[in-house]
């Protein structure tokens, strides 16, 4: 079809299991769609994607909202927090469907955000907060269900040096809980450190090379 | 059950969020079931009127009608009827209207012969003399006419004739006695100048209710000039005509009706780019595409409720407290004169449930049905928009 868009072509890649895998390339190269097929929330047209062993490519759609609500825990590039409504709520969104009472919410909220340092800011609405805190926010909504793999996109993309740092701080706790970490980034910053185990470097829809540190 | 409770606090939150388009909607939705509702309560009460009235009315009245018009009827076909096997009591009945310039209303005036027990003395009584009147309470209102006091009319000689107000009046129905002016039968055959021979017409009461429609027939054969009135033919003519108003007065509120259908309509053929976009992230983070029309259903449900009831309410206050201030005219219509008409609050639940179900169900629908197209597309493509 004239209109359609190869994003991504002849991958294999395998995320190993507690350790921090990284996604570099330019703009367009496919991280982003490589992300959102690996997390569930979008399908190839062909291939197969496997987690902890299970093709998931075929699966209905409430399995894979199973697989997305128990496996992965997501940062967004632009976080997707919902603007309008307080920090405590964005975080316990994704236990909401959940047959959990509210005090256990709360109280799984509560420790989050305070390995985050941001309990203070509960109660402010997201658009109150600056970039860095909505990231935070983001990290603490995406790891409140305690997700085996958190995944991140261009976490570093709107952050200054300092935040970055943090930012990499976070993930090496959540790396030293025994979470994977998947992250797409075009940022030295991210792909150099060294918490990194695995970098894998992609261009135009297909992996040019996979480096292991 | 905790998650749909946590699944509504969720839903009552985002209404929140969009407190403004919530609370218009609100607004416009109240509004076509305030006046839905306003057509259908007064229509329902007018008819319980009508048949509390009827309920009293005799099984049968013979008026006379001359090239398709109503005469004044011949007395003495009352004492051929009386004869005819099977009937009861016969009287000639008196009455007509009366234009009161001074107020510019119509009243009925009616003559009685001091025993009328379908209408309850609200304070005094009825006349005894040519030169008394009890009135209605419309009546008494309008012309300050309250009791000991009097009452001063014009007659067919353009004579003015003064009344004393010995009681005025309560009944079932306020429908029937509202706009009365009660004489004696000789008061009002002289104030309005009946024909010695002649009465307005003549009710006839049937021993049994069977043969109701053989005495007419009956009466029809022996004077082919009258025109004999059941009282099932009343209640049937008189249900038309409500049922008429009211149909007007939906056909009206239609407009209303459309604009919310509008309104229903764009909500149903699109979500906006933010609801959509805030679909995806919770399908992203592990909301089920069955949660997500959970949300929905309960977003539209509470919207809808809330516009039902306020609108149940309004319409339920509009007729009843302020007495269909707004409606009255158009569906009453046959008087000029309703002052502080009031209707004892009915209401009939068959045409509530109807109601709720043909407002409530497609907004409802019109919520959910967009929310589904979103929530059963990959979260990813939903957040690109």
């Given at each position: 079809?004239?209109?359609?868009?190869?994003?991504?072509?002849?991958?294999?890649?395998?995320?190993?299991?507690?350790?921090?895998?990284?996604?570099?390339?330019?703009?367009?190269?496919?991280?982003?769609?490589?992300?959102?097929?690996?997390?569930?929330?979008?399908?190839?047209?062909?291939?197969?994607?496997?987690?902890?062993?299970?093709?998931?490519?075929?699966?209905?759609?409430?399995?894979?909202?199973?697989?997305?609500?128990?496996?992965?825990?997501?940062?967004?590039?632009?976080?997707?927090?919902?603007?309008?409504?307080?920090?405590?709520?964005?975080?316990?969104?994704?236990?909401?469907?959940?047959?959990?009472?509210?005090?256990?919410?709360?109280?799984?909220?509560?420790?989050?955000?305070?390995?985050?340092?941001?309990?203070?800011?509960?109660?402010?609405?997201?658009?109150?907060?600056?970039?860095?805190?909505?990231?935070?926010?983001?990290?603490?909504?995406?790891?409140?269900?305690?997700?085996?793999?958190?995944?991140?996109?261009?976490?570093?993309?709107?952050?200054?040096?300092?935040?970055?740092?943090?930012?990499?701080?976070?993930?090496?706790?959540?790396?030293?809980?025994?979470?994977?970490?998947?992250?797409?980034?075009?940022?030295?910053?991210?792909?150099?450190?060294?918490?990194?185990?695995?970098?894998?470097?992609?261009?135009?829809?297909?992996?040019?090379?996979?480096?292991?540190? | 059950?905790?998650?749909?409770?946590?699944?509504?606090?969720?839903?009552?939150?985002?209404?929140?969020?969009?407190?403004?388009?919530?609370?218009?909607?609100?607004?416009?939705?109240?509004?076509?079931?305030?006046?839905?509702?306003?057509?259908?309560?007064?229509?329902?009460?007018?008819?319980?009127e009508?048949?509390h009235v009827?309920a009293s009315?005799?099984?049968?009245?013979?008026?006379?009608?001359?090239?398709?018009?109503?005469?004044?009827?011949?007395?003495?076909?009352?004492?051929?009827?009386?004869?005819?096997?099977?009937?009861?009591?016969?009287?000639?009945?008196?009455?007509?209207?009366?234009?009161?310039?001074?107020?510019?209303?119509?009243?009925?005036?009616?003559?009685?012969?001091?025993?009328q027990d379908t209408l309850t003395l609200l304070?005094?009584?009825?006349?005894?003399?040519?030169?008394?009147?009890?009135?209605g309470a419309?009546?008494?209102?309008?012309?300050?006419?309250?009791?000991?006091?009097?009452?001063?009319?014009?007659?067919?000689?353009?004579?003015?004739?003064?009344?004393?107000?010995?009681?005025v009046f309560r009944s079932e129905s306020s429908l029937l006695s509202n706009?009365l002016?009660?004489?004696?039968?000789?008061?009002?055959?002289?104030?309005?100048?009946?024909?010695?021979?002649?009465?307005?017409?003549?009710?006839?009461?049937?021993?049994?209710?069977?043969?109701?429609?053989?005495?007419?027939?009956?009466?029809?054969?022996?004077?082919?000039?009258?025109?004999?009135?059941?009282?099932?033919?009343?209640?049937?003519?008189?249900?038309?005509?409500?049922?008429?108003?009211?149909?007007?007065?939906?056909?009206?509120?239609?407009?209303?009706?459309?604009?919310?259908?509008?309104?229903?309509?764009?909500?149903?053929?699109?979500?906006?780019?933010?609801?959509?976009?805030?679909?995806?992230?919770?399908?992203?983070?592990?909301?089920?595409?069955?949660?997500?029309?959970?949300?929905?259903?309960?977003?539209?449900?509470?919207?809808?409720?809330?516009?039902?009831?306020?609108?149940?309410?309004?319409?339920?206050?509009?007729?009843?407290?302020?007495?269909?201030?707004?409606?009255?005219?158009?569906?009453?219509?046959?008087?000029?004169?309703?002052?502080?008409?009031?209707?004892?609050?009915?209401?009939?639940?068959?045409?509530?449930?109807?109601?709720?179900?043909?407002?409530?169900?497609?907004?409802?629908?019109?919520?959910?049905?967009?929310?589904?197209?979103?929530?059963?597309?990959?979260?990813?493509?939903?957040?690109?928009?």
């Amino acid at each position: 079809m004239p209109d359609e868009l190869t994003a991504l072509n002849g991958i294999s890649v395998e995320i190993e299991r507690g350790r921090v895998t990284v996604l570099k390339g330019p703009s367009g190269s496919g991280k982003t769609s490589l992300l959102t097929l690996i997390g569930c929330m979008s399908r190839p047209t062909s291939g197969r994607i496997f987690v902890d062993g299970k093709d998931v490519v075929k699966l209905p759609e409430r399995f894979l909202t199973g697989i997305r609500r128990k496996k992965f825990g997501f940062v967004f590039q632009q976080y997707h927090l919902i603007r309008e409504v307080k920090v405590l709520e964005n975080i316990l969104l994704p236990l909401y469907p959940l047959t959990m009472k509210f005090s256990s919410m709360k109280e799984r909220a509560m420790s989050v955000m305070k390995q985050l340092s941001i309990e203070e800011k509960q109660h402010f609405k997201v658009k109150q907060l600056s970039g860095g805190e909505q990231q935070r926010v983001a990290i603490a909504r995406a790891i409140i269900n305690n997700p085996e793999i958190v995944i991140a996109d261009e976490p570093t993309a709107h952050l200054d040096l300092k935040l970055a740092g943090e930012f990499i701080d976070i993930l090496r706790t959540l790396c030293g809980e025994g979470k994977s970490i998947l992250i797409a980034t075009h940022d030295p910053f991210v792909y150099d450190h060294a918490m990194v185990s695995t970098v894998i470097e992609m261009r135009n829809g297909r992996v040019e090379e996979v480096r292991v540190k | 059950m905790t998650k749909h409770i946590k699944i509504i606090e969720y839903a009552l939150s985002s209404l929140l969020r969009r407190k403004y388009k919530s609370f218009a909607i609100i607004v416009a939705f109240s509004f076509t079931v305030a006046a839905l509702a306003s057509v259908l309560f007064l229509t329902t009460a007018l008819k319980i009127e009508a048949s509390h009235v009827f309920a009293s009315a005799p099984d049968l009245i013979v008026q006379r009608t001359t090239a398709g018009r109503h005469e004044l009827i011949p007395v003495d076909y009352a004492e051929t009827i009386r004869n005819i096997p099977g009937v009861g009591a016969v009287h000639c009945r008196y009455w007509g209207y009366y234009y009161d310039a001074l107020t510019e209303a119509n009243y009925t005036v009616l003559g009685v012969k001091g025993d009328q027990d379908t209408l309850t003395l609200l304070d005094g009584r009825l006349p005894r003399t040519s030169g008394e009147c009890a009135v209605g309470a419309g009546t008494a209102w309008l012309r300050h006419a309250e009791s000991d006091r009097e009452l001063i009319l014009v007659n067919s000689q353009a004579t003015g004739v003064v009344f004393d107000v010995v009681g005025v009046f309560r009944s079932e129905s306020s429908l029937l006695s509202n706009d009365l002016v009660v004489l004696t039968d000789d008061g009002i055959k002289d104030f309005l100048g009946f024909p010695p021979d002649r009465a307005t017409d003549i009710v006839v009461e049937v021993h049994n209710s069977n043969e109701v429609q053989t005495v007419a027939a009956k009466i029809k054969r022996f004077f082919p000039d009258a025109r004999p009135i059941t009282k099932s033919e009343l209640i049937r003519t008189y249900d038309m005509v409500f049922n008429w108003r009211s149909g007007m007065m939906l056909t009206v509120f239609s407009a209303a009706v459309m604009a919310f259908c509008i309104l229903a309509w764009d909500k149903a053929t699109g979500i906006s780019a933010e609801e959509k976009q805030e679909i995806g992230i919770l399908k992203a983070i592990g909301w089920d595409t069955s949660d997500v029309l959970a949300l929905k259903f309960w977003e539209g449900l509470i919207i809808a409720m809330t516009s039902f009831f306020v609108g149940i309410l309004t319409g339920f206050a509009h007729v009843f407290f302020f007495d269909a201030a707004i409606l009255a005219s158009v569906i009453k219509g046959w008087s000029v004169l309703f002052p502080r008409f009031h209707l004892v609050p009915q209401i009939n639940a068959y045409q509530v449930f109807v109601m709720g179900f043909l407002t409530v169900t497609p907004y409802v629908a019109s919520t959910v049905i967009p929310a589904w197209k979103a929530a059963i597309t990959d979260p990813d493509t939903v957040m690109r928009g």
